[in-house]
């Protein structure tokens, strides 16, 4: 795909902002055709730009109270036991993010659980049998300042 230009920005921006806005208010805002707008959002999303639609969740009124930032440890690194650890963390509900990392903690993990005893069982039952984690750091979220930050444009 060509380089985005100045319209493609406002148009991603104002889906980020509201992904339900119609076809004919987003042209209006940026001064197109509607269906020249439409064209240009199909083309952004089939060059992989948009990857998809979503809605944010209030995890707190949805009963999601534990919500923490993990850091793990591998004790090795053979390519099965990373491919195991990796599989898990994917099929897990409570990981909503992983991230391989340099430094001290080879993985980061976003954990959001009902309570502390939802937790633990992760910790007890899903992470800590794995065979390629050494230890995991549990660094609880206190207050959230700033999340699900879109890309700036």
């Keep these: ?44 999303e089939e060059a992989g ?45 409570e990981v909503r993010e992983c991230f391989a990392t340099t430094g001290q903690a080879d993985y980061h993990l976003r954990v959001l659980c009902r309570d502390v005893e939802a937790y633990n069982r992760f910790l007890e039952e899903r992470l800590f049998p794995l065979t390629a984690v050494q230890s995991a750091n549990t660094h609880m979220i206190l207050r959230d300042l700033k999340s699900e930050t879109p890309v700036s444009l």
């Excluded at 009124?61 to 390519?79: E, K, T, W």
Aim: aromatic residues 4%; hydrophobic residues 45%; proline residues 6%.
């Design 49 to 93: 730009v948009i990857e998809g639609y979503t809605i944010r969740i209030n995890p707190a009124a949805a009963g999601l109270q534990f919500h923490a930032i993990v850091h793990v440890q591998l004790v090795r690194h053979d390519p099965d036991a990373v491919a195991a650890f990796i599989e898990a963390m994917r099929g897990r509900d």
């Design 1 to 44: 795909m060509e380089p985005l230009t100045p319209r493609d920005t406002d148009l991603l921006r104002l889906l980020q902002r509201d992904s339900r806005i119609s076809n004919a208010d987003m042209a209006h805002a940026v001064g197109m055709s509607p269906s020249a707008c439409w064209r240009r959002v199909r083309a952004l």
